[in-house]
């Protein structure tokens, strides 16, 4: 039987000016699976999930989301996305950014209450609601971010760095929230530059300039490159990848 993907790019490249940003990105995300774009600041990764989800344009190349050529305005409507820097009104309290989203996603009456009720508890915001959210520290607003993008129940989760400024209990609480979705068949993608974040993962794809270095587990990835620790293997793909790209340079 074929794998069903929830999400798969075929070739991205992508450019700002005359300065290339991603390089021939391919990525296979199996259904229901948590997989992680690991890789250094400025690799591209926020570059790559806004194009996954039909935010930015590839100058080539495509991007299927359950299998439905992106950008579709049905799947983006199954798609919850939480950015890095935070779309939050800070005038409005918790509870009122919630509503305001939720009326996006089309939520409603009662049905968005309770949806606003299960998002909040799930990131441990429920007391603070009525706070203003420019009162909000740095962990608090990641967080109500996080709830945002899962008012929709979403069928793909999209979550750039979704546990920066977030303590270690919390960041518990979160992980075992990304595994009892994908439990339920959600299929997630987290960006981190975090090595142990990355190791959570079922799959993970490393990035460095642009370029996807390699992808597997991270048992794979690990004995792939021969490395006592996961920290470097990734030291081992991105001076592989340094050594082929002069390489080209020099031929
Ligand atoms: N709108 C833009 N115009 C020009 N350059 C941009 C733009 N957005 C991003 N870049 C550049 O593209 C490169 C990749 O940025 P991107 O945000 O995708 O990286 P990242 O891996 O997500 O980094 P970080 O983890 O710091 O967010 C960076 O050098 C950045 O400066």
Redesign the pocket.
């Known amino acids: 039987m074929q794998e069903a993907y929830g999400i798969q790019t075929e070739v991205i490249n992508k450019s ?2 005359k ?1 290339r ?2 390089y021939d990105v391919s990525l296979k995300v199996p259904e229901g699976k948590i997989y992680g ?1 690991l ?12 194009i996954i989800s039909g935010i930015l344009r590839p100058d080539d190349g495509t991007v299927w989301v359950r299998n439905q050529q992106m950008p579709s305005l049905q799947v983006m409507g199954q798609m919850g996305y939480m950015a ?1 820097a935070a779309a939050l009104y800070p005038t409005l309290n918790g509870y009122e950014n919630l509503k305001f989203f939720g009326s996006l996603y089309g939520l409603k009456g009662r049905g968005l209450k309770e949806r606003i009720s299960h998002v909040a508890a799930l990131v441990n915001l429920t007391d603070d609601l009525s706070k203003r959210v420019g009162n909000y520290s740095g962990g608090m607003k990641q967080r109500l971010s996080l709830s945002i993008a899962l008012l929709p129940n979403p069928k793909v989760l999209i979550l ?2 979704p546990t920066v400024g977030i303590d270690p209990l919390l960041r518990q609480d979160i992980w075992s929230e990304l595994y009892e979705l994908s439990g339920q068949g959600v299929t997630i993608l987290v ?1 981190t ?1 975090v090595m142990d974040e990355a190791q959570r993962c079922h799959g993970l794809a490393m ?1 460095r300039n ?1 370029h996807i270095l390699a992808t597997g587990t991270a048992a794979q990835l690990q004995q792939a490159a021969g490395a006592g620790t996961f920290e470097e293997a990734f030291i081992f793909f991105s001076n592989a990848a340094e050594h082929e790209e002069g390489g080209n340079k020099n031929g």
């Open positions: 700002y000016g300065r940003i991603l774009l890789g250094p600041s400025g690799c591209g990764k926020t570059t790559l999930v806004k890095q750039d760095e960006t530059h990035m642009g």
